[in-house]
């Protein structure tokens, strides 16, 4: 498919585990984003990721969450030493532009974990 | 700091009822602003979005929202509610100069057939 996809689409975990997720952003976007969905909070913009630059880490809660994002496509976002906290659901989005005028962000499925 | 509201948490209309979900927004700069929804076990779909122009924006299903900038709002509106728009609604706000998006908390809209 042409959509953003994110894998897995759950996962179970035990607290202090760490854990990877996994975004293909649509061919061609040169901008990626990774945003949490959990009961309470709403969504949470976690890091935004344009082109070569430095990623905005703003939305990151804590240290033990971490991304990257190779070759300026599929990202990887870890979290390490996960807490029941942790548990929620985490999107990923990707567009065209970043910071521009136009800046219209299509999203993923979702990967729900759950810190047990 | 940008935050955006959203008037209601829950939403209970019956079948051809009209439907306006409030959204306001808080920053002085200039802003894209975005209707997302979240059909049931599905994933973010965007229903309409603003850049620029005409402040009255069409969507898909019927929706539309009219961006007053005094108010710093961005209502969405439906003249006829249908069983099939029971979802989640989010709205959402983009500064220009930023990339990431500032969600409200959502309203989920039930629609009684």
């Known amino acids: 498919g042409a959509g953003v996809s994110q894998s897995p689409s759950n996962k179970v975990t035990e607290k202090g585990k760490d854990v990877e997720l996994r975004c293909d952003p649509i061919s061609g976007h040169t901008a990626l984003y990774w945003y949490r969905q959990s009961l309470g909070q709403g969504l949470e913009f976690l890091i935004y990721f344009q082109g070569n630059s430095a990623p905005d880490k703003s939305g990151l809660p804590s240290d033990r969450f971490s991304a990257e994002r190779t070759g300026g496509s599929v990202s990887t976002l870890t979290i390490q030493r996960t807490q029941q906290e942790d548990s929620a659901v985490y999107l990923c989005a990707s567009s065209s532009r970043g910071r521009a005028e136009y800046n219209e962000q299509f999203f993923g499925p979702g990967t729900r974990l759950t810190v047990l | 700091a940008q935050s955006v509201s959203q008037h209601n948490h829950h939403v209970i209309l019956s079948e051809a009822a009209s439907l306006e979900l409030g959204c306001n927004y808080s920053?002085?700069?200039?802003?894209?602003l975005f209707w997302y929804v979240q059909y049931p076990g599905q994933h973010l779909q965007l229903l309409l979005k603003?850049?620029?122009?005409?402040?009255l924006v069409k969507g898909i299903k019927g929706f539309e929202a009219e961006f007053i900038k005094s108010k710093f709002s961005f209502n969405l509106r439906k003249p006829s509610v249908q069983w099939s728009d029971t979802a989640e609604y989010f709205c959402a706000v983009n500064a220009r100069s930023q990339g990431n998006l500032i969600f409200g908390k959502g309203t989920k809209l039930s629609v009684k057939p």
């Open positions: 920053y002085g700069g200039t802003v894209n």
């Open positions: 603003y850049f620029s122009g005409d402040p």
